[in-house]
Nanobody
Framework: QVQLVESGGGLVQAGGSLRLSCAAS??????MGWFRQAPGKEREFVAAIGWSGGTTRYADSVKGRFTISRDNAKNMVYLQMNSLKPEDTAGYYCAARASIVVVTTGNDYNYWGQGTQVTVSS
């Protein structure tokens, strides 16, 4: 059974940092991604990474502040979030797909975690 479990969310002041983790089980995935959704807003792409870590994609809103990485031996993917802003407040979701193509569209991901809440206070 495939499962993605996120952790690491919480409450942080603006300018602070958080590190999200996603543990995958049941199989390995070539492409892993992070998405977020704030109340009343549509889900949006945050970051994605290919198998080797050599291919990454970021939303313009997080470039230079967030870093996605993975540990294939542990079947984990991480999202280091620095210089957090109140507008980063959202539920953050880990997603996975088998394809080698690193994409930014949520509908192209086959598996999703339950999410972890990130709240940034001003």
């Amino acid at each position: 059974q495939v499962q993605l479990v996120e952790s690491g969310g919480g409450l942080v002041q603006a300018g602070g940092s958080l590190r999200l983790s996603c543990a995958a089980s049941g199989r390995t995935f070539h492409t892993m991604g992070w998405f977020r959704q704030a109340p009343g807003k549509e889900r949006e792409f945050v970051a994605a990474i290919g198998w080797s870590g050599g291919t990454t994609r970021y939303a313009d809103s997080v470039k230079g502040r967030f870093t996605i990485s993975r540990d294939n031996a542990k079947n984990m993917v991480y999202l280091q979030m620095n210089s957090l802003k109140p507008e980063d407040t959202a539920g953050y979701y880990c997603a996975a797909r088998a394809s080698i193509v690193v994409v930014t569209t949520g509908n192209d991901y086959n598996y999703w975690g339950q999410g972890t809440q990130v709240t940034v206070s001003s």
